[in-house]
Structure formats: structure tokens, C-alpha cells
């Protein structure tokens, strides 16, 4: 009896201290740990660049399954453009050719033009879950507290201007980036993340032109547990 008193005492007394060993860094990787376990989660990305922005993509909404295909539609200007993945097969559907592989749309240069899809498909090569995308966003801050308005914290130089670069192609070439700064900011409730935020500045180079950037970029996370991702067979035969 007294035994089991003393031990009892003990575990009370050490379940406070273990809570404090837990950082705001290291509840928000749990949180995107727990989030890429869940069987399917739903999410929308929006990005905000600012006025003067030439950039102007709009949302993309997104649904996963673990083990499974990830659905994403986005949209840009007028355009909408679908993409499906499957480890690391892409499919993309376009609006003369109907579904394509990733690599067979990359090859479509329109005369130089822009084309939609042709960014979707160097975007589904490189993609990352918003799980993967937060857990990677949490080492690449500095440091992270807790506040009245979520988890936040300031990037590295090179989180920043990871954000800022995107690729080319396939096998790189993206700009270059000078003055990169950028802070992170996660919302969780209970212990779950819901939300996470990146503001990012810095100066890109274009074939010598610079141009400044200001990009905040939105990722709500919804539907968990309860998302369906259904994938036409036109898509799933591009991915064999």
C-alpha cells in the first residue's frame, strides 16, 4: 500500500514536469506528425502577393489519403487546373488533352506563353503534403513561442528563401534570391494543427530583373478523417 502511494505521488509529480520539457517547436511537430497519420485530411492554400504582386495565383484546394492519391485543384486568373498524385506519379488534366502525365505536360512549352498546367506539373513533382510542409516550416524557424495569435517565430534565411524560389523544371534553374527574410506562424487546438501562415520578403531575380517579393501564403487544414478523394480513371492510367 504504501508502495503504490509513493509511486502514485512520483507519477503526479513528474506529469507537470514532462508537460514543461514540451516547446512550442516541439508541439507544433507533434501536431504535423499526428496530422500525417491521420487516413485523409482536406485542406485550402491561399496566397496573398500583395499589390503589386505580378504573381496572382488563387486558391488551391486539396484532399490526401494516407498511402493513397492526393486530389488538388488550382486556380489561376480564370483557369482552373487538376492535378492527382500518387507517390511520386503525377497526373494533370488539360483543357485541350484531357488528363496527361506530369512529365508529358512539362514538355508543352506553349511558345513560351504562359501555361497553367505546365506550372501545375513541375508543382506535382515536387509536392509536399501540408503535414510535410509544416513539419519542414518548423525547422526551418529560428525559435517559436506561443502567444494570443498562435505559434510563430521567424525563419532562417534559407527558409525564407526556399519559400521564395520555385523551380523551373524538373531538373532546377529556379531565380535567385537576395534579402530573403520571413516569419512562420501554426494554430493548433488541441493540440491538433488547424492552420499555419508563412510572410515572406525578399528580392528575385529573373534573367537580371529583380523584382520584390511579398507573398503570405495560407494553409487551413479541414474534413479530417471524413475526406473522400475520388480520382477519374482517365487520371489513374496516367500514373501507371
Do not use: C
Amino acid at each position: 500500500m504504501k508502495n503504490n502511494l509513493i509511486l502514485t505521488l512520483a507519477l503526479l509529480t513528474a506529469g507537470p514536469l514532462l508537460a514543461a520539457d514540451s516547446t512550442p517547436k516541439d508541439d507544433v511537430t507533434s501536431a504535423a506528425t499526428a496530422l500525417g497519420a491521420q487516413p485523409n485530411y482536406s485542406w485550402r492554400t491561399t496566397v496573398d502577393a500583395g499589390s503589386g504582386g505580378r504573381f496572382r495565383p488563387g486558391p488551391t484546394e486539396g484532399k490526401t489519403e494516407k498511402g493513397g492519391y492526393t486530389a488538388l485543384t488550382l486556380t489561376f486568373n480564370n483557369d482552373t487546373t487538376q492535378v492527382v498524385i500518387q507517390g511520386t506519379n503525377a497526373a494533370v488534366k488539360t483543357a485541350d488533352e484531357g488528363w496527361q502525365s506530369a512529365a508529358e505536360v512539362a514538355q508543352d512549352n506553349s511558345g513560351g506563353g504562359p501555361n497553367p498546367a505546365r506550372f501545375a506539373a513541375f508543382m506535382a513533382q515536387g509536392f509536399k503534403s501540408p503535414a510535410d510542409q509544416a513539419a519542414t516550416l518548423a525547422t526551418q524557424a529560428k525559435d517559436l513561442s506561443a502567444g494570443t495569435n498562435g505559434i510563430s517565430g521567424d525563419l532562417t534565411e534559407e527558409g525564407a528563401k526556399a519559400l521564395l524560389t520555385f523551380r523551373r523544371g524538373p531538373n532546377g534553374g529556379g531565380p535567385n534570391v537576395s534579402n530573403a527574410k520571413g516569419t512562420v506562424t501554426f494554430w493548433l487546438t488541441d493540440g491538433k494543427l488547424v492552420k499555419f501562415q508563412t510572410h515572406v520578403t525578399g528580392t528575385v531575380s529573373f534573367n537580371g530583373n529583380d523584382r520584390d517579393m511579398d507573398r503570405t501564403t495560407t494553409t487551413e487544414i479541414k474534413d479530417v478523417g471524413t475526406t473522400k478523394v475520388e480520382v477519374a480513371d482517365d487520371a489513374k492510367k496516367k500514373l501507371e
